[in-house]
């Protein structure tokens, strides 16, 4: 079928940052056929959709997330990072059955349909699940099966990951890659055996680098070396990189990201919240290196809404650099839709003939939203993922009207609620 969608206003993301008003977008099969004014495509249509006083952008791409971690939102909040992995999580981690992952996943997918976003980039365990759900929800992902590379079951894990990488090599919808947690929880060893396999396998590597002072510190101790010179030297950067956080990359590790595949995923509200930092956004633009967003697991940043994580990063670079035009509105939205596609890899988060049909609306019919007299701002500053009105992944409407088309929410909430119960108590 051949779709259309008229609004008032369309953010294109293109990269002459085109905005039409009003107007439209055209799709068929995944594909946008056009996207531009009300009026200017003349090819008749299967369905029309009119949606007055919305704002019609790409869809948000949440480029790092734990989403079963849905489950243990709230949880020792306000502990510092390593107690709160290792004395809260962790534990809670071991007890979790393919099942809850399953369901956890389902309830981070509402959320995230919910707030504008379309795709998301996962690291975790028992990925089969995550996959299930990720496909019964529609949306886009990015999958890394979790490693940790310090135990004898480490190369099995690895093996797994390959195997789950196999299985979904051709997906429409899931792109598997391999996740080594860290370089605190992987040796050099086993990184260098990640970074042949992801070779050998044509896959990309999802990691977490730079992202506290504690590990920049312990693995100085250590190793005498960044986590990104650790990871440069265990050839991971031979291949595709998703990093998370990179908070505290520094000067000094520029050379080793010079040919840099992939790029870094800012979560600033996590960062902030553990007391991690702020990204050195400035010098990574300096470097050319690929800058995109995320929100982490909801565990730690309690919420899944990309709007969040927009004007949270806007703020801290603000405050950062002590000057309000050192970071715009457009820039964040640039991160949160075309930057993070970039960093995986993907042709998304632009609004244009051949582009993936990953796109929301926002309502601008709303008291915060009004005046639009910028509508990015108004996107980036006002509003919040409860605006979203539409979201469609490649080509499907997982979202009209506000009302979800593919998931029940109210059974998987009340799952999800009373499986949150027995991880937490016992």
């Known amino acids: 079928m051949l779709y259309r969608l008229e609004t008032d206003t369309v953010l294109t993301m293109d990269d002459e940052f085109h905005i039409f008003r009003p107007g439209q977008i055209t799709w068929q099969d995944g594909t946008i056929i056009s996207a531009g004014p009300v009026g200017h495509e003349s090819i008749a249509v299967d369905q029309l959709i009119k949606v007055p006083g919305g704002i019609l952008l790409p869809g948000l791409y949440n480029g790092h997330n734990h989403a079963a971690m849905t489950l243990f939102r709230g949880l020792a909040d306000d502990s510092p990072i390593f107690e709160w992995l290792?004395?809260?999580i962790w534990p809670r981690e071991a007890k979790l059955t393919a099942d809850d992952i399953y369901m956890g996943t389902l309830l981070?997918?509402?959320?995230?349909?919910?707030?504008?976003?379309?795709?998301?980039?996962d690291m975790y365990f028992e990925m089969d699940q995550v996959a299930k759900a990720t496909k019964e929800s529609g949306l886009r992902a990015w999958l890394s099966r979790g490693l940790v590379g310090h135990d004898d079951a480490a190369l099995d894990k690895l093996s797994e990951a390959a195997d789950f990488a196999g299985r979904f090599r051709h997906d429409p919808l899931i792109t598997p890659m391999l996740g080594p947690h860290a370089p605190y929880t992987c040796s050099p060893d086993y990184l260098e055996r990640?970074?042949?396999?992801?070779?050998?396998?044509?896959?990309?590597?999802?990691?977490?680098l730079a992202e506290s002072q504690d590990e920049m510190d312990d693995l100085q101790k250590e190793f005498g070396l960044t986590p990104i010179q650790i990871a440069a030297q265990a050839g991971l950067f031979q291949v595709p990189v998703l990093i998370a956080h990179g908070v505290h990359i520094t000067r000094t590790d520029l050379p080793?990201?010079?040919?840099?595949?992939?790029?870094?995923?800012?979560c600033p509200i996590s960062?902030?919240?553990l007391g991690n930092g702020i990204l050195p956004y400035p010098l990574l633009k300096e470097a050319g290196i690929a800058v995109g967003l995320g929100t982490d697991g909801a565990a730690s940043t309690n919420s899944l809404d990309m709007f969040q994580e927009m004007k949270a990063m806007a703020w801290m670079q603000k405050v950062k650099e002590g000057r309000p035009e050192a970071f715009r509105a457009q820039t964040a939205l640039t991160l949160a839709t075309r930057g993070t596609a970039s960093v995986l890899g993907f042709p998304g988060g632009i609004l244009?003939?051949?582009r993936p049909a990953d796109f929301?609306?926002?309502?601008?019919?709303?008291?915060h939203m009004t005046p639009e007299i910028d509508s990015v701002a108004n996107v980036v500053y006002a509003a919040t993922g409860a605006d979203v009105l539409y979201t469609v992944v490649n080509g499907q409407i997982l979202l009209a009207e506000g009302m979800l088309t593919m998931l029940d929410e109210a059974d998987i909430r009340r799952e999800a609620q009373a499986r949150?119960?027995?991880l937490v108590s016992e």
Not at 195 to 207: F, M, R, Y
Not at 256 to 266: A, F, R
């Open 256 to 266: 080793y990201l010079e040919n840099l595949k992939g790029g870094v995923v800012s």
């Open 352 to 354: 244009e003939t051949g």
């Open 420 to 422: 949150a119960r027995r």
């Open 108 to 121: 981070a997918a509402v959320e995230m349909i919910k707030s504008g976003t379309v795709g998301y980039a």
């Open 86 to 88: 290792q004395k809260h």
């Open 271 to 273: 960062n902030a919240k």
């Open 194 to 208: 990640v970074a042949e396999v992801a070779d050998a396998h044509h896959l990309g590597v999802h990691i977490h």
């Open 360 to 367: 929301i609306v926002v309502d601008s019919q709303k008291a």
